[in-house]
């Protein structure tokens, strides 16, 4: 059996490659070496040399994407997206937040899982999107792409409320099912921190003219060190993480404004498996990116984010506290660094709070990973049982919408 998984891997971003994991993880559990799994991606050269996989691209190489012929390009994906479906028994979408609005464009990933959808459909293939993140914020073709994926797809889930609510404006809504990271193993323990005199706290860095004006990245550089120097003067050492390997640049620059090489480094992290190893000792987490704020829910870390939308505080509304929810570009340093001391003094009881919203999510994916076993016809082991009190399918939001309710 052949099984495309669709997404934007093979780029050096941890949580798309994490979400990979857990479905690479799925289908080797659930149908072992008789599951063949296909990425669909447009860098399939790196997946391949990364992994040893297979690896097609998921749109036509051969088309030129250049001013006016970018329209010609997207015609010729639809021919190359019927034969690769053509030659798979079934595709999956690995959750990540690919139908996101806000600096994507809807003729880029939001288009081609849609396109997939359709072809899907009209090949009469299983096309399962799972754990999906979603938001409002683009515009009329967006929200198209959106509707489409929405209809056509055998099953669909979104891994928070408000990815639920910006699905549900195409068809009927869809079951809430947690990150995908959230349900694999952790990692064993690496070369975390040894023991010291202060306590140690991740602040994590992005590349911030990813999303906002170049203009404004010595601001956030410069906010980010303050916020740093103000964790110093409190008492604790500090390790930068980065959660792409494109924010590598800018943890350096950010290490370079506070010179304190004595309370203050910057950790060399590859996967979100390699972050969560250095959490282990951490008493707190300033997080940025999304799958970062995963890695310490995970770790049962106290987290307090700087999000670029409003992902990260849907997030900590189901694992944390909102109120350590801020907004990148405008944070207060001192203000974020008394919240991250606080959480640092109640670092052992926070953990405790982490640990029960996180059985019951694992909860909601194991019951998530049944359906989709079935919907694929494997007939492999179910997930490893969870504590009883939260396996009750009936007070699991994936439970309370029958698959029907999320098929067309």
């Given at each position: ?53 297979e690896a097609v691209p998921a749109s036509d190489r051969s088309a030129v994407r250049t001013g006016w012929r970018r329209v010609a390009a997207k015609l010729a994906d ?180 506070i010179d304190a090489p004595d309370h203050v480094h910057v950790a060399a992290v590859g996967s979100v498996a390699e972050l969560e190893r250095r959490l282990v000792g ?17 770790t049962r870390v106290p987290v307090v984010s700087l999000g670029y939308g409003p992902k990260q505080r849907w997030l900590l509304e189901r694992f944390g506290d909102p ?86």
């Amino acid at each position: 059996m052949r099984v495309g998984l669709l997404g934007q891997f093979g780029y050096c971003n941890f949580g798309n490659e994490a979400s990979l994991d857990a479905v690479l993880d799925l289908l080797h559990r659930h149908g072992g070496p008789a599951v063949r799994p296909v990425v669909l991606t447009d860098a399939p050269d790196h997946v391949r040399a990364e992994r040893g996989i297979e690896a097609v691209p998921a749109s036509d190489r051969s088309a030129v994407r250049t001013g006016w012929r970018r329209v010609a390009a997207k015609l010729a994906d639809i021919p190359h997206a019927w034969r690769v479906v053509g030659g798979l028994d079934a595709v999956v979408v690995p959750g990540t937040g690919i139908l996101e609005g806000h600096a994507v464009s809807p003729f880029g990933p939001p288009f081609q899982i849609a396109l997939y959808g359709v072809v899907a459909r009209v090949r009469r293939r299983p096309y399962l999107v799972l754990s999906v993140g979603a938001d409002r914020r683009g515009g009329r073709a967006h929200r198209l792409m959106q509707r489409t994926v929405a209809r056509t797809a055998t099953y669909l889930s979104a891994r928070d409320a408000g990815s639920a609510d910006a699905l549900a404006a195409g068809a009927r809504r869809p079951p809430e099912v947690p990150d995908l990271v959230l349900g694999l193993p952790l990692p064993e323990p690496g070369d975390g921190p040894g023991p010291g005199d202060r306590p140690l706290v991740a602040v994590g860095v992005v590349r911030y003219d990813w999303y906002a004006p170049a203009d404004e990245r010595d601001d956030y550089a410069d906010r980010t060190a303050r916020l740093t120097r103000e964790l110093v003067r409190g008492g604790v050492d500090v390790v930068l993480v980065v959660g792409d390997g494109a924010d590598d640049s800018t943890a350096q620059d950010v290490a370079a404004r506070i010179d304190a090489p004595d309370h203050v480094h910057v950790a060399a992290v590859g996967s979100v498996a390699e972050l969560e190893r250095r959490l282990v000792g951490c008493r707190a987490m300033v997080a940025v990116r999304y799958h970062n704020l995963v890695g310490a829910i995970r770790t049962r870390v106290p987290v307090v984010s700087l999000g670029y939308g409003p992902k990260q505080r849907w997030l900590l509304e189901r694992f944390g506290d909102p109120g350590r929810a801020h907004d990148v570009r405008r944070f207060d340093p001192q203000v974020v660094a008394r919240q991250v001391l606080a959480a640092v003094a109640d670092a052992d009881a926070d953990g405790v709070r982490t640990a029960r919203a996180l059985a019951a999510a694992q909860a909601t994916l194991a019951v998530q990973e049944r359906r989709v076993a079935a919907l694929l016809g494997l007939a492999g082991p179910v997930a490893p049982a969870l504590d009883a009190e939260v396996l009750d399918a009936e007070d699991l939001d994936v439970g309370a919408a029958p698959l029907a309710e999320v098929t067309e």
